[in-house]
């Protein structure tokens, strides 16, 4: 089975002069929790390359298993060196596909026309879309074959408006993603923050925030071995 993880390219938190990017947990999750399964991951982002990892994912208090492992695995540092381009991908090369977070989505992956095709390709066809954190962000634009939000009727969840409060962001970001799910019909679910919270419906997983990184890739996987 091949899975496309697929991450962000923009580092630019705004117009704060501070960096963003990917969130480091919310890669090295599902990437372990795939890999271990013997899942084949394809790593990609809309410029290709090596795509910009938030600081702060960086942090002491920001680290786990996962990224520690990370730290001492060539081979997975290589593979996120060269990540393909998000528009040489095709729906029907993979099984499944997972967004992780961090607040780069927001602006470039969000408004992605090649994402949102692929996610909605992928979806169309019956296989599994995951996203977690601020990855269900990139969902605000597509749609189901019938022309309706992807999200519509769907039980979501994804990094809460107060969250975000907390982390003092949300007059910075270009949308908030509960908002966002919930303008688009989506049935939004939430835990307290900063706890692990993954919902699944049919096909479509989602993860509220970094804590819910690999519930939301074991999830993902329970589909891929139904």
């Known amino acids: 089975m091949k899975v496309a993880i697929i991450l962000t390219s923009h580092d630019r938190l705004g117009d704060t002069g501070d960096k963003t990017g990917f969130w480091l947990e919310e890669l090295v999750a599902p990437y372990y929790t795939l890999h271990d399964a013997g899942i084949e991951i394809t790593l990609a982002s809309p410029k290709g390359g090596q795509p910009p990892r938030d600081p702060k994912s960086d ?27 998000v528009d040489t991908l095709r729906a ?13 989505p927001l602006w470039d992956l969000a408004e992605d026309p090649h994402s949102i095709a692929l996610i909605e390709q992928t979806f169309a066809n ?16 597509a ?9 519509a009727g769907k ?16 007059s910075v970001v270009p949308f908030s ?15 307290e923050d900063w706890q692990s919270y993954s919902v699944t419906d049919g096909h479509l997983v989602t993860g509220q925030n970094p804590a819910s990184s690999t519930a939301t890739a074991q999830n993902l996987l329970k589909i891929l071995n139904r």
């Open 92 to 104: 029907d090369e993979f099984d499944a596909l997972f967004y992780p977070g961090g607040h780069g």
């Open 155 to 170: 039980r979501v969840t994804g990094f809460t408006n107060s969250e975000e409060q907390a982390g003092r962001l949300t």
């Open 177 to 191: 993603v509960e908002d966002e799910l919930r303008r688009h019909g989506g049935h939004f679910e939430r835990s």
């Open 126 to 141: 019956g296989k599994p879309v995951a996203a977690v954190c601020h990855g269900p962000g990139v969902l605000r634009h």
């Open 59 to 85: 942090e002491a208090d920001a680290q786990t298993q996962d990224t520690e492992r990370f730290r001492t695995d060539r081979a997975a540092q290589q593979a996120l060196a060269a990540t393909v381009r």
């Open 143 to 151: 749609k189901k074959p019938d022309g309706t939000p992807l999200v």
